[in-house]
Every structure is written in structure tokens, then in C-alpha cells.
């Protein structure tokens, strides 16, 4: 099961999935919008989801299919 954590102050980066631990953080300073935001604790929950289908993917794979799942409704209209 994966756990959440929200730091206000952080890293540039908007959010990590760290596999190991099944553990995701969320920096909130980052994000300009509450949008934003969920759309970062989504692409966060698709890592843990990429990882609990048992595929084996480089990291720019699985960035480049999870940007297109986000985008989807996009690339489908």
C-alpha cells in the first residue's frame, strides 16, 4: 500500500514516487493551482501504479506513457 506525504517547502520538483518504500511526497510550494496540484498526485499514483503492474520500464518510458494517460482526452478527441 502506498503512503502520501504533503511538504509545504521542498525540492524544485513537484512530487517523487520512490518505489522502495512505496511512498510518494508531494511538495506543495510548486503548484500555482489546486489543478496543478491534483495533477501532480495523479502522475505521482501512476508511477505507483506502473510499479504495482509488475512492468519493467526505464524512467523515460514511464514518464512518456503516463504523460500520454494524462493527455488522453486530448489525444482521443
Do not use: K
Request: proline letters at 3%; aromatic letters at 12%.
Amino acid at each position: 500500500m502506498v503512503t502520501s506525504d504533503f511538504r509545504v517547502f521542498g525540492q524544485v520538483d513537484r512530487g517523487n514516487y520512490f518505489p522502495e518504500t512505496d511512498r510518494i511526497i508531494v511538495f506543495l510550494s510548486p503548484h500555482e493551482t489546486l489543478d496543478d496540484l491534483l495533477s501532480t498526485i495523479n502522475h505521482e499514483y501512476l508511477h505507483y501504479c506502473i510499479n504495482e503492474s509488475g512492468e519493467i520500464m526505464d524512467d523515460d518510458q514511464e514518464e512518456r506513457i503516463i504523460y500520454i494517460m494524462s493527455w488522453a482526452d486530448e489525444y482521443l478527441a
